[in-house]
């Protein structure tokens, strides 16, 4: 069983950066997995933030970034604001249109 | 602006059956998925079809407990169960992909489901 995971809190102040990984129990990440990213807010759908490892929807905050980072995918939040308080989850890609999630991580604004 | 318009809430019992739908504006023939979401275990992927030839592909988790199905004729997409279980319990979000490049742009606002055990 393929475990995809992620850190499980991370506080940040308001103008802040935070980085959060994604990682997969196969080994390295690499772009062939496709990685995405998603925001989940309290009693929300999730809403698609990152694809492709580094691609924006039209609708994604500048401040959201995507990457490759030390064998992990990567969102990095940069000048944190107090709506970005949320849960993240990573999707990862294994092939035969399955994909496994990632177990979230809650960004904290504080 | 494509949507997908899920189903209401269910409350069923252990061993009944159950579809719940998720209904698009346009499915353009890309792959519609689905998602379960559980406090105790996140986001779930269980499976995707293709609106075309009806191909479904399951992730192991859910291979054999559900079946996806979809009608393209009405841009309907269909996860059902034919006896349901208490760890059935959970929202269940369809959304749409692009795969695999760019899976889940789309989301619907989800499904409850509630087996009392």
């Known amino acids: 069983q393929t475990v995809v995971t992620q850190e499980p809190s991370l506080t940040v102040s308001p103008g802040g950066t935070v980085t959060l990984t994604c990682a997969s129990s196969?080994?390295?990440?690499?772009?062939?997995?496709?990685p995405s990213w998603f925001q989940q807010k309290p009693g929300q759908a999730p809403s698609a933030l990152i694809y492709?490892?580094?691609r924006k929807h039209s609708w994604t905050p500048a401040r959201f970034s995507g990457s490759l980072l030390g064998g992990n995918a990567a969102l990095t939040l940069s000048d944190v604001q107090p709506e970005d308080e949320a849960e993240y989850y990573c999707?990862?890609?294994?092939?035969?249109?399955?994909?496994?999630f990632g177990t979230g991580t809650k960004v904290t604004v504080l | 602006e494509v949507q997908l318009l899920q189903s209401g809430v269910e409350v069923k019992k252990p061993g009944e059956s159950l579809t719940i739908s998720c209904r698009g504006s346009?499915?353009?023939?890309?792959?519609i998925g689905w998602v379960r979401q559980t406090p105790g275990k996140g986001l779930e992927w269980m499976g995707v079809?293709?609106?075309?030839?009806?191909?479904?592909r399951y992730s192991p988790s859910f291979q054999g407990q559900v079946t996806i199905s979809v009608d393209k004729f009405i841009n309907t997409a269909y996860l059902q169960w034919s006896s349901l279980k208490a760890s059935d319990t959970g929202l269940y979000y369809c959304?749409?992909?692009?795969?695999?490049?760019?899976?889940?742009?789309?989301w619907g606002k989800g499904t409850t489901v509630i087996v009392p055990s």
């Open positions: 346009a499915f353009r023939s890309l792959w």
């Open positions: 196969t080994g390295a990440v690499t772009s062939g997995y496709y």
């Open positions: 079809i293709h609106p075309d030839d009806s191909e479904a």
């Open positions: 959304t749409r992909l692009d795969f695999p490049v760019q899976p889940c742009d789309v």
């Open positions: 492709d490892t580094d």
């Open positions: 999707l990862l890609y294994y092939g035969g249109a399955s994909y496994v």
